[in-house]
């Protein structure tokens, strides 16, 4: 198959909610054959831009991605030296991290500074997982993806940045839980755009448009 410069490549590592969010890209106004989904590096390095999706525990995702061969050096090559955009979504944005803490310790990509950790409502009445919609507050003075509305989750474990500078937005339960973090060319929500109706697709389609 021959790739354009405007493809979009979807990472399929076996890490769940792939064709849900291979709808929610076509129906925020990616056409069809700018799609890839895919599980070869080579995409990845050819590719406009990176989504990788994820849901389920932070080891078993990173050791899937692992498993393919040449796939985290792809997007170390890809996203860390070519600077093409990258959205990470829930456990995909998990993985960003230097580490997570679910089932022991476990190296991440290491690409922002900080740990996923398990999710301490301070308010009994916040249950875990933190599953539903919530509002998101936006932290950084402005950033041309994000904005304030209310989104879908559906997590037990958070992310905890080193760097305020790379927490972009939070949400409520039971205290603040990051709802996005970031620097660059690099984004990863907590919130499930697939799931967020109306917000979430106009979240992806001002990332099909994102030239950071």
Same mark, same amino acid.
């Given at each position: 198959?021959?790739?354009?410069?405007?493809?979009?490549?979807?990472?399929?590592?076996?890490?769940?909610?792939? #064709?849900?969010?291979?709808?929610?890209l076509? =129906?925020a106004?990616?056409? +069809? $054959?700018?799609?890839?989904?895919?599980?070869?590096?080579?995409d990845i390095?050819? =590719?406009e831009? /990176?989504?990788?999706?994820?849901?389920?525990?932070?080891?078993? *995702?990173?050791? %899937?991605?692992?498993?393919?061969?040449?796939?985290?050096?792809?997007?170390?090559? !890809?996203? @860390? $030296?070519?600077s #093409?955009?990258? &959205?990470?979504? *829930?456990?995909?944005?998990?993985?960003?991290? +230097?580490?997570? +803490? +679910?089932?022991?310790?476990?190296?991440g @990509?290491?690409?922002?500074?900080g740990?996923?950790?398990? &999710? $301490?409502?301070?308010?009994? #009445? *916040?249950?875990?997982?933190?599953?539903?919609?919530n509002? /998101?507050?936006?932290?950084?003075?402005?950033?041309?993806?994000l $904005? !304030?509305?209310? !989104?879908?989750?559906?997590?037990?474990?958070?992310?905890?940045?080193?760097?305020?500078?790379?927490?972009? %937005?939070k949400?409520?339960?039971g205290?603040?839980?990051? =709802?996005?973090?970031g620097?660059?060319? /690099?984004?990863?929500?907590?919130?499930h755009?697939?799931?967020?109706?109306?917000?979430?697709?106009?979240?992806?389609? #001002?990332?099909?448009?994102?030239?950071?």
């Amino acid at each position: 198959m021959t790739h354009t410069s405007s493809t979009v490549a979807l990472i399929d590592y076996g890490a769940g909610n792939l #064709r849900s969010v291979a709808n929610a890209l076509l =129906a925020a106004g990616l056409p +069809e $054959k700018r799609l890839i989904i895919t599980t070869n590096p080579d995409d990845i390095l050819q =590719a406009e831009r /990176i989504v990788l999706p994820g849901v389920g525990a932070f080891a078993a *995702c990173m050791h %899937a991605l692992q498993a393919i061969p040449g796939m985290t050096d792809a997007l170390s090559e !890809a996203v @860390l $030296k070519k600077s #093409r955009p990258f &959205l990470g979504i *829930c456990v995909g944005m998990q993985l960003l991290a +230097e580490q997570g +803490e +679910e089932h022991g310790i476990h190296k991440g @990509l290491g690409w922002i500074k900080g740990s996923v950790k398990a &999710l $301490k409502p301070n308010d009994p #009445r *916040c249950k875990v997982p933190h599953m539903g919609w919530n509002q /998101i507050t936006l932290t950084a003075d402005t950033h041309p993806l994000l $904005k !304030a509305g209310e !989104a879908y989750f559906l997590h037990s474990y958070a992310f905890f940045p080193t760097d305020t500078q790379d927490l972009l %937005a939070k949400t409520d339960h039971g205290g603040a839980v990051t =709802a996005a973090v970031g620097h660059d060319n /690099i984004i990863g929500v907590q919130f499930h755009p697939e799931k967020s109706q109306g917000y979430g697709l106009r979240f992806l389609s #001002r990332f099909l448009e994102w030239h950071p």
